[in-house]
Structure formats: structure tokens, C-alpha cells
């Protein structure tokens, strides 16, 4: 039983554990068919003292995005005021009017509208997500990744790379125009099919309308982005691009009629075309030409119904090896997917260990690279009149977060050519320090002998070293396996894809790793999508050392809970 009495003390291990039960039985329901039970079981999750706990926490100390208030003017809550919405907390089926902002988009000069909830309306977005998604990640489509617990960016890759590693392939190549803005209302409320009060509650959310600049604006279609629940709505609306497919192109026998008609060779199989979602983007993969343009008419038919277009200016056709009238290769999610064609010593096998002809190589893309450069070139500038060891702060961020999205392919040399151009930009930045002496001796003030590694860039001291990029290594993601999700309970699986392939910094893989993948705190399991941080056991303000040794690996809302108590045992120092 949970005592809602002092929010510092709550036992999270315990109320996790109660909340995951649930929605581990309602994953199940859901993936047995059993409707009947998964409702009951919804219902029964969204009234619990836990899952409102759980869904409080989220939104007040779990979420690290910018806190920005909605139309009620909260940024964050205290402990006591978290309590109080907790005990309150239910699904009535109201909802208030969210905050419109325009936000830039990057890269471009148009803006796109962001929607902030209420912090009561975010809570009641965590609880009902709470209770949706272990259901329809019992049904989404295997090939899809965005907004979904457990899977990112880099399995999205894999995935694809898995596909076409054998064989050559026509790509559509499409973007969804104003997806989040667009979506029939009615459509996805009938698509979500679920019990009554959710279904009132979340046509509240759709309908609430926004509060901007110009005053009261309706809402009669679209999912406003920046609320907790939007990106499930999404992938709700855009699930059965795979079963539509399937449905339309089931594998037959490839008769001379056929065979003439997608121009392939005859006598075989005529297998669907293959579909990659990430989110509003996707991609379709098909040997035939004349089925991708087919297919490219369907599909756009398809979004028709639930109030969607294809974005044409963002639609094309390619061809992973390239042919006559299609470029070769494609971009997507920021990487260059394509197959060169290579001589028998460097080509790709097939499964009999027979060359191929090509090979398949993924790169980050070229508007990656370009807009990384430009990031560090306004970072390189913003400093010129900073100390070296803030501008070596902020750099180190930005390269280990760029690299990290991309050390899953084939980056080595793009990541050496990165640092011989950020050595231009540091070197103009010390002639910049240093005008009255000459170049040489600029760059000998701030670059140092490293132990036979050459120069580095360094403070004198020695504390603050710049992270080169190619210091990063490459590391293959393996595909995910198919029908996998966090709500299956298989802690083992999800613990070795959280420590091998998510982008985590190698002290964090050490501590994962001496932690058995617990927490140090509440000694509960990582979960994937669960946010945790580096702890220093004793406070280095409290004469703690920087050693591993003195490091922990704990959740972000223990680690909260940690520095709250800290308080009153070093209350001069923490």
C-alpha cells in the first residue's frame, strides 16, 4: 500500500515495480487479443496510487526537456504540491487549452507551433500514456521507431541495413506534410478503440483548442506537439503502413504477366514492398521500380483517409545501388544509406559467401556534417572571450553527443576530418587571444604534448583536454529482434542493449556494469527509457574525489531525492 504522505520518501522501487505489472499484464492481454481484460486492467492501472504517483514524477522531475509553463503558469512543483496533484489525479474527461509557441526549425526560416500543456493536463497525459502503451506496443509493426520505448535512432539504421545488406533496392523515400497538425480527429479516436472514459479524456485533449499571440485558436484537427501523449496519438494514426502493403502485394507466385508489369524476372516469388517508420518519416523498399510508384499511390490513398498527404518536396525516389533516371542512395534520420559498387576483394557476401557485386555503406549524412561544422563554428566564435577550459566544456558536449549518434557506422574518417577542421577554427580563435605574438607561439599557449599522442588542445593545468572525434569508437548495432518490447519483461535483453549500443559514455558502461544494471539508490533494474545520472558518493564539495571509486550510477529522481537529504547532512556545502 502507498502512503501518500512525504513525496522524499516514497519508495519508488516499489511503486515502479506495482505500475510495471500492470502494464506487463495489459501487454499481454493486448498481444493474446483478450480486449476485455487489457480495458479492465486500464482502468484499474489509471486509479492506482502508483501509476498517478508514477506519471507526477515524469512530468515534474523526470522530464529534462526546457521547462516551459503552460497557460496556468507552472514551470515545476514542490514536493508537497506533487503529492497533492497525485491524490487528485484522474482522467474526467476535461482538459484546458495549451500554451502555443513558435519554435524554429532547424535549418530553416519557417516555424513550427509547439503546444505546453498545463502541468495538471501533462500529469493526466503521463497517467493515460501509461495505461495505452503497453497495449499498442503489443501491436505496432516491428519495422517502426520513433516515439517508442526502447528503440532509437540507431535501431531504425540497423534495421534497414539488415534488409538491404543482400540485395539492391528502389526506395520511396517520403515525409508526411504537417503530420501532428493534420490527423482527423474522429479517425484516430476509432482507430484507438479503447473504453470510454480514455476515449472522452483524449477527445478533450484533441479539442481543448490553444492560447497564443492571437488569442483563442480551435483545434479541429492535428495532435498538439509538445504534449506528453501526442507521439503515441502519432504512431496510433500512422500504424498499418506494413499491414496495408501486405494486404495490397500479398507474396504470390511472379507469372509472365506479372513479371512484365514490375518488371522483374519471372518465376518466383513477388513479395511485398518492405517499410521503415520513423515516426512522421518512412521509407519503401522494393526490387521493382513500377511497385514503388504503385505502391507510392496507395499509401498516399491510405493517408488520405485519416486527413494526410505526402509532403512532395520531401518525396523522391532513389535506388540504394543507383540506376538510370534515380540517384543512388537516400538520406534518413540524419544518415546517408548507399551501396557502391566494388571490386570481389571488397565486396559484400551473401549468405553462401558469394560476392556481391557492391557494398552497403551508411554514413552521417552530408546536411549532418554540415549543420555539426556550423554548430562548432558558432560555438568556437561564441567564445572568444571566454577561458579555454569553458570553451573545451562546451565543445567536448557537443562532439560527444554528435559522435555518439553516429559511431554505429561508418564514420571513422569522417570523424578525423571533423577535427582537422575544428583545428582551423581553434587555431584562428588563438590567433584571436594572442594578436601581438606570432602564430607559433599562439598555438604553443594552449596546445600541449600528450604522452607520444601529439598535440592536444589542453589548459595548462591539465584539467580541461579537448575530446577529439576520432577518438570515439565504432561500434555495430545489432537489429533488434523482432516482437521485442520493455514490456516484456525480458530484463537481461533490454539491460545488454541499454549497455552496448545506446550512445552511453564509458563510465556509465563501467558503473552499469559494477551495478549489475541497478541502481545504486533504490536498486532497481534501468529500465530504457529511464534517466539516470552519474552520482558522486560523498560530494566533492564535501571532499569527495573524482574516482570511479566515488561514482554511482543512479536514477535522475534518486539522485534528486539524494542531494534534497544532503542538505541538512553538509548544510554549508551541498
Known sequence: MVELNNWNSLKWKSIERAVFKLQKRIYKASQNGERAKARKLQKLLTKSKSARLLAVRKVTQDNRGKKTAGIDGKKSLSPNERLALAQSLELDGKARPVRRIMIPKPGRKEKRPLGIPTMEDRAKQALAKLALEPEWEAQFEPNSYGFRPGRSTKDAIAAIYSDINQNSYYVLDADIEKCFDRIDHEKLLNKVNTYPQMRRQLKAWLKAGALGKEGFIETPAGTPQGGVISPLLANIALHGLTQLMNKTYPVRYLNQHLAEKYNLPPKRN???????????????????????????????????????????????IAHTLGRKGVKAGFDYLGFNVRQYEVNEINSGKDTKGNPLGFKTLIKPSFDAIDKHLINLKDTVRRHRNSDQANLIGDLNSKITGWTNQYN????????????????????????????????????????????????????????????????????????????????????????????????????????????????????????SDDLFEIDHIIPKRAGGSDKLTNKQLIHSHCHHNKTWQQREEYPHKV
Open 270 to 316: 513477388l513479395r511485398p514492398p518492405l517499410v521503415h517508420r520513423y515516426a512522421d518519416d518512412f521509407v519503401v523498399l522494393h526490387k521493382s521500380k513500377e511497385m514503388i510508384l504503385e505502391a507510392k499511390g496507395v499509401i498516399q490513398d491510405w493517408l488520405k483517409e485519416i486527413g494526410l498527404n505526402l509532403k512532395e518536396a520531401k518525396t523522391s
Open 408 to 527: 554505429s557506422v561508418v564514420s571513422s574518417r569522417i570523424f578525423g576530418q571533423l577535427d582537422n577542421k575544428l583545428f582551423l577554427k581553434l587555431e584562428r580563435w588563438a590567433k584571436y587571444r594572442s594578436p601581438n605574438i606570432g602564430a607559433k607561439e599562439a598555438i604553443a599557449n594552449y596546445w600541449w604534448i600528450d604522452k607520444g599522442e601529439g598535440w592536444v588542445f589542453r589548459t595548462p593545468d591539465g584539467q580541461n583536454t579537448l575530446q577529439n572525434h576520432k577518438d570515439t569508437h565504432i561500434k555495430r548495432v545489432i537489429r533488434l529482434k523482432e516482437g521485442k518490447s520493455p514490456y516484456d519483461g525480458d530484463w537481461l535483453y533490454w539491460a545488454e542493449r541499454l549497455a552496448k549500443y545506446h550512445g552511453i559514455k564509458p563510465t556509465v558502461n563501467k558503473l552499469l556494469k559494477r551495478q549489475k544494471g541497478r541502481c545504486a539508490l533504490c536498486n532497481h533494474r534501468f529500465m
